[in-house]
């Protein structure tokens, strides 16, 4: 090989190494969804299209009825569209079935939500465990606890927990499995200010520290300053989506 063809294959293989790893985790293509109750039809998304960068923070932000939920819904694979694709890697959900589609929760999802949805008649680890036992590539609970600044609450009950500290175990029970991508749904809805900009820190820190990609979906528009790409969602549609050209740190958030 001469040296000639030799530096165009290394700019070629330099070139192909970043289009890869640019490659966003997630693509929504004209996804739409419509519920039917009895001959009356009601279509909360139409003609999504967006894109998820792997390793960043993504916040939708859109008031209630803006079809938010139901799009993380879809994300997550609780749910189905009613038209269009949505490509996990190279998994297209829409055409899953339901077997492939509970392997991908497990496996591959974290979800948070606003309410924390721990099992009240388990300690916080033991709540992380049962998470934990649900993928094949489970981290340890404990570290898990350890992660989110818990490791001295092992024991104690949710009714002996703080509201964030509530929240921290629910995020230490998401990513107990190891998942590719965290779906946090109005994770700070329930807390003060002070206690939802610590929960932010700790999602941008597991962001930044171990390559979570962490998906966020609220009401509150002063949480998308924090985000790597901020996206506004109104009446079931991408209204719009964007870079933000200077992220600003949690504790400098208000609302």
């Known amino acids: 090989m001469s040296e000639a063809d030799s530096q165009t294959e290394s700019e070629q293989t330099a070139t192909a190494g970043p289009a890869r790893d640019a490659a966003p985790l997630l693509r929504l293509r004209n996804v739409g969804r419509t519920f039917h109750t009895g001959d009356v039809a009601v279509t909360v998304l139409r003609d999504v299209n967006l894109e998820v960068p792997r390793g960043q923070i993504m916040v939708i932000v859109g008031p209630s009825g ?15 569209p009613s038209t269009g694709e949505v490509w996990f890697g190279d998994r297209d959900l829409a055409r899953l079935n339901d077997a492939a ?26 709540n992380v465990v049962v998470s934990s036992q649900l993928s094949d590539n489970a981290m340890d609970p404990a570290e898990a606890l350890k992660m989110v600044g818990l490791e001295h609450r092992t024991h104690h009950f949710p009714s002996q927990l703080s509201g964030g500290e509530q ?47 962490v998906l966020i979906i609220t009401h509150n528009s002063a949480i998308a300053a924090m985000a790597h790409q901020q996206v506004r969602i109104g009446s079931g549609t991408i209204a719009e989506a964007k870079a933000n050209p200077r992220r600003v740190s949690a504790g400098e958030i208000s609302w």
């Open 66 to 80: 803006s079809g938010k939920s139901t799009l993380l819904n879809i994300i997550g694979g609780i749910d189905s």
């Open 101 to 126: 589609l509970t392997r991908y929760r497990r496996e591959s999802v974290g979800f948070v939500f606003q309410f924390y949805n721990l099992v009240p008649t388990l300690t916080a680890l033991e």
């Open 167 to 213: 929240q921290r175990v629910a995020i230490a029970r998401a990513i107990a499995g190891n998942p590719e991508i965290l779906l946090c749904d109005e994770p700070t809805g329930a807390l003060d200010l002070e206690t939802g900009r610590n929960v932010l820190e700790l999602l941008d820190r597991l962001n930044r520290d171990f390559g979570r990609t």
